[in-house]
């Protein structure tokens, strides 16, 4: 479906594409067997400065917006979603500098993150805390002129890969949830180190890792925005990524869908092209018709993030929700309609349906999504009273 | 450093049509993309320029329409981008062909002149030796690897059937390069964007000062009788055992054969 690009947004998606089919597509299975970081594939994306497209010109970027990332990210996506984490998941550790950071954190980091040089993480999980950030443990303590860091942050995207981190961490447990605050740390800071990396089910090209901080002492001026903004910062980094994981969404859903259609034309059974019974091409129908559905949405509500529209929470959690749920069913589909062939790590769609799960589960759960948008919907309901 | 890479813009598919009456290459309703052994010397190029500093020009002969190949050369990094373009040039074999950018590049001047060991259209591996022969400079052909570039002297690893040997060239040079040499980059946003504005030099025979008689199909020697695809054969025998016993049995065959 057309869906009126401008010519540099189809550059860069063109861009990304053969970025995808030419790096990424020939090593993925290796890339997940092994769980190595895709070290090549990043450069490949650094050359390409993919890595600047939402970062200012002023800062080395392109000085783009969500919806160029987000058709970056599904290309990606389409290929590799492991791959597509890392490259998102560095843009979701650049939104608290980028939307809260003072002139002189955005001159001193974005630059080398536009550039690929230096990769970002962000960190605000933790044991205790996952859906319900308020259980956030770790602590920030002002000692003079530096905050001294103490508390572990567990499955962080990027971790031990990346060389800059933004974490959240209680500054005055007494405030509540108005005693968080967000930091920037760079790896080599001591007392800083990393615990162990996970073996996860799928994405696992990319790298999830524990942040261990034993009394790391950070200079003051590496608070992001003020103290007690933690959360504040958190929540409108998260707004501004989720299109990003609803655009993988779509990416991996496309990949399963082409993978599905390719076979499904070369099977034969009963002497036809399993593609030629009505059963598998209704399935194919739906997966097309809920892939563009779930397209639609996201690009629409990269192009209200775009606007500048102030409060995106309840759009942006609608793109992530439905645009993953749908990818989840998709790519379940895409190795039902393969069957036998498409249950083997011969054919990509078992990657696929194993790396779409997570899209579910990060960035804020599902559920959570739902209870923001529930949340906006009795919000808007007062107000009309 | 001045570095010229000259690059060929060829027709995207295997088969390659044959017009019967004129025996040359039809390129009508072909996508067209760079000759793959060209990229791997803009590669090059580029990898010089960053070792070494300078500047990179890549120079195609062509109709107006080759200028897509320029940009996306400059969406690769390429400094600047030069077209020779002109009726008179039509036609062309190996010979024009390579009379018409070496004028080309008289014309731009060069230190490094880098072409791809061939183009996957005509095969001949023609024009980059014979471009070096209109100049007078050394070449060196089938380049695998750029060990050294120096101010005056270039270092570099040429293929041969048996392994590779070392050569080192005063400068000016030209290499012509094969796929071992690198990985050719993608291009970056950056540069695709400022390709779509890149001004394309533009030159014609008149510019160049090229002498008429020898350009397009009138400067070319060369006259196609007919294409065909050479016929396998069969007729061969293999010849086992120790080395005395195959020369005395070669010897044999020969005199057999009335070779000697």
Not at chain 1, 45 to 51: K, M, N
Not at chain 2, 10 to 31: F, M, S, Y
Not at chain 2, 45 to 70: F, H, K, S, W
Not at chain 2, 162 to 180: I, N
């Given at each position: 479906?057309?869906?009126?690009?401008?010519?540099?947004?189809?550059?860069?998606?063109?861009?990304?594409?053969?970025?995808?089919?030419?790096?990424?597509?020939?090593?993925?299975?290796?890339?997940?067997?092994?769980?190595?970081?895709?070290?090549?594939?990043?450069?490949?994306?650094?050359?390409?400065?993919?890595?600047?497209?939402?970062?200012?010109?002023?800062?080395?970027?392109?000085?783009?917006?969500?919806?160029?990332?987000?058709?970056?990210?599904?290309?990606?996506?389409?290929?590799?979603?492991?791959?597509?984490?890392?490259?998102?998941?560095?843009?979701?550790?650049?939104?608290?500098?980028?939307?809260?950071?003072?002139?002189?954190?955005?001159?001193?980091?974005?630059?080398?993150?536009?550039a690929g040089k230096r990769l970002v993480a962000f960190g605000l999980t933790e044991a205790n805390a996952g859906s319900d950030a308020g259980g956030t443990q770790t602590t920030a303590r002002l000692d003079?002129?530096?905050?001294?860091?103490?508390?572990?942050?567990?499955?962080?995207?990027?971790?031990?890969?990346?060389?800059?981190?933004?974490?959240?961490?209680?500054?005055?447990?007494?405030?509540?949830?108005?005693?968080?605050?967000?930091?920037?740390?760079?790896?080599?800071?001591?007392?800083?180190?990393?615990?162990?990396?996970?073996?996860?089910?799928?994405?696992?090209?990319?790298?999830?890792?524990?942040?261990?901080?034993?009394?790391?002492?950070?200079?003051?001026?590496?608070?992001?925005?003020?103290?007690?903004?933690?959360?504040?910062?958190?929540?409108?980094?998260?707004?501004?990524?989720?299109?990003?994981?609803?655009?993988?969404?779509?990416?991996?859903?496309?990949?399963?869908?082409?993978?599905?259609?390719?076979?499904?034309?070369?099977?034969?059974?009963?002497?036809?092209?399993?593609?030629?019974?009505?059963?598998?091409?209704?399935?194919?129908?739906?997966?097309?018709?809920?892939?563009?559905?779930?397209?639609?949405?996201?690009?629409?509500?990269?192009?209200?993030?775009?606007?500048?529209?102030?409060?995106?929470?309840?759009?942006?959690?609608?793109?992530?929700?439905?645009?993953?749920?749908?990818?989840?069913?998709?790519?379940?589909?895409?190795?039902?309609?393969?069957?036998?062939?498409?249950?083997?790590?011969?054919?990509?769609?078992?990657?696929?349906?194993?790396?779409?799960?997570?899209?579910?589960?990060?960035?804020?759960?599902?559920?959570?999504?739902?209870?923001?948008?529930?949340?906006?919907?009795?919000?808007?309901?007062?107000?009309?009273? | 450093?001045?570095?010229?890479?000259?690059?060929?813009?060829?027709?995207?598919?295997?088969?390659?049509?044959?017009?019967?009456?004129?025996?040359?290459?039809?390129?009508?309703?072909?996508?067209?993309?760079?000759?793959?052994?060209?990229?791997?010397?803009?590669?090059?190029?580029?990898?010089?320029?960053?070792?070494?500093?300078?500047?990179?020009?890549?120079?195609?002969?062509?109709?107006?329409?080759?200028?897509?190949?320029?940009?996306?050369?400059?969406?690769?990094?390429?400094?600047?981008?030069?077209?020779?373009?002109?009726?008179?040039?039509?036609?062309?074999?190996?010979?024009?062909?390579?009379?018409?950018l070496y004028k080309g590049i008289e014309h731009l001047g060069a230190d490094i002149i880098l072409c791809g060991k061939q183009a996957i259209d005509g095969d001949t591996a023609q024009v980059g030796p014979?471009?070096?022969?209109?100049?007078?400079?050394?070449?060196?052909?089938?380049?695998?690897?750029?060990?050294?570039?120096?101010?005056?002297?270039?270092?570099?690893?040429?293929?041969?059937?048996?392994?590779?040997?070392?050569?080192?060239?005063?400068?000016?040079?030209?290499?012509?390069?094969?796929?071992?040499?690198?990985?050719?980059?993608?291009?970056?946003?950056?540069?695709?964007?400022?390709?779509?504005?890149?001004?394309?030099?533009?030159?014609?025979?008149?510019?160049?000062?090229?002498?008429?008689?020898?350009?397009?199909?009138?400067?070319?020697?060369?006259?196609?009788?007919?294409?065909?695809?050479?016929?396998?054969?069969?007729?061969?025998?293999?010849?086992?055992?120790?080395?005395?016993?195959?020369?005395?049995?070669?010897?044999?065959?020969?005199?057999?054969?009335?070779?000697?």
């Amino acid at each position: 479906m057309d869906y009126f690009l401008t010519e540099e947004q189809v550059m860069i998606r063109d861009l990304a594409r053969q970025i995808a089919e030419e790096k990424i597509v020939p090593v993925r299975a290796e890339l997940d067997e092994t769980g190595e970081f895709p070290w090549d594939v990043m450069k490949t994306l650094a050359q390409s400065d993919l890595f600047g497209l939402f970062i200012p010109e002023e800062y080395g970027g392109l000085g783009k917006g969500c919806l160029e990332l987000t058709i970056a990210v599904e290309e990606l996506s389409r290929a590799c979603l492991g791959v597509s984490t890392t490259f998102a998941a560095n843009a979701l550790g650049t939104y608290p500098i980028l939307l809260f950071g003072s002139d002189e954190q955005k001159k001193k980091f974005l630059p080398d993150i536009a550039a690929g040089k230096r990769l970002v993480a962000f960190g605000l999980t933790e044991a205790n805390a996952g859906s319900d950030a308020g259980g956030t443990q770790t602590t920030a303590r002002l000692d003079g002129n530096e905050y001294v860091i103490n508390g572990t942050k567990q499955w962080i995207t990027n971790g031990g890969a990346a060389e800059v981190y933004t974490i959240i961490a209680i500054t005055d447990r007494s405030k509540g949830p108005r005693g968080a605050s967000a930091f920037v740390i760079e790896k080599g800071t001591p007392g800083f180190t990393f615990g162990k990396k996970e073996n996860k089910m799928g994405i696992r090209a990319s790298a999830t890792t524990e942040l261990i901080f034993d009394n790391c002492r950070i200079p003051k001026e590496n608070l992001i925005g003020k103290e007690g903004m933690g959360f504040v910062v958190a929540m409108k980094t998260l707004d501004n990524s989720r299109t990003g994981v609803g655009s993988q969404g779509v990416g991996v859903a496309q990949g399963a869908l082409d993978e599905a259609v390719k076979f499904a034309r070369q099977r034969v059974q009963f002497g036809h092209p399993v593609i030629t019974f009505q059963a598998v091409q209704h399935m194919l129908a739906d997966m097309a018709t809920s892939i563009e559905a779930a397209r639609a949405l996201v690009y629409a509500v990269s192009r209200l993030v775009d606007s500048g529209s102030k409060d995106i929470s309840k759009e942006s959690a609608m793109a992530k929700v439905f645009a993953t749920d749908m990818a989840m069913r998709v790519t379940t589909d895409a190795v039902q309609v393969m069957g036998g062939s498409g249950y083997m790590k011969e054919y990509p769609v078992e990657k696929m349906m194993r790396d779409a799960k997570i899209l579910q589960i990060y960035e804020g759960t599902n559920q959570i999504q739902r209870n923001v948008i529930g949340q906006a919907l009795i919000k808007e309901a007062a107000r009309l009273k | 450093m001045k570095i010229v890479v000259c690059v060929k813009q060829v027709p995207d598919t295997a088969e390659v049509r044959i017009n019967p009456e004129t025996n040359t290459l039809v390129r009508d309703g072909v996508p067209s993309i760079i000759n793959p052994y060209d990229l791997h010397a803009v590669e090059a190029a580029l990898q010089i320029r960053e070792a070494a500093g300078g500047e990179v020009t890549t120079l195609t002969m062509g109709p107006p329409q080759a200028e897509n190949a320029l940009r996306e050369t400059v969406s690769m990094g390429v400094d600047r981008a030069v077209l020779l373009t002109d009726r008179l040039f039509a036609g062309s074999d190996t010979w024009a062909t390579a009379y018409t950018l070496y004028k080309g590049i008289e014309h731009l001047g060069a230190d490094i002149i880098l072409c791809g060991k061939q183009a996957i259209d005509g095969d001949t591996a023609q024009v980059g030796p014979e471009i070096a022969e209109f100049f007078g400079m050394p070449h060196i052909a089938y380049v695998r690897k750029i060990v050294e570039v120096g101010n005056d002297r270039i270092v570099v690893q040429r293929l041969m059937d048996d392994g590779f040997d070392v050569v080192e060239s005063s400068l000016p040079v030209l290499l012509t390069v094969v796929r071992e040499i690198n990985v050719p980059r993608l291009p970056s946003l950056k540069g695709k964007m400022a390709a779509k504005k890149a001004g394309i030099l533009k030159l014609s025979a008149a510019d160049l000062k090229a002498e008429e008689e020898n350009l397009g199909l009138k400067g070319s020697p060369t006259q196609v009788k007919n294409i065909f695809a050479p016929e396998a054969k069969a007729n061969r025998k293999v010849l086992s055992g120790s080395m005395e016993d195959n020369v005395a049995q070669l010897v044999n065959e020969l005199v057999e054969m009335k070779c000697i």
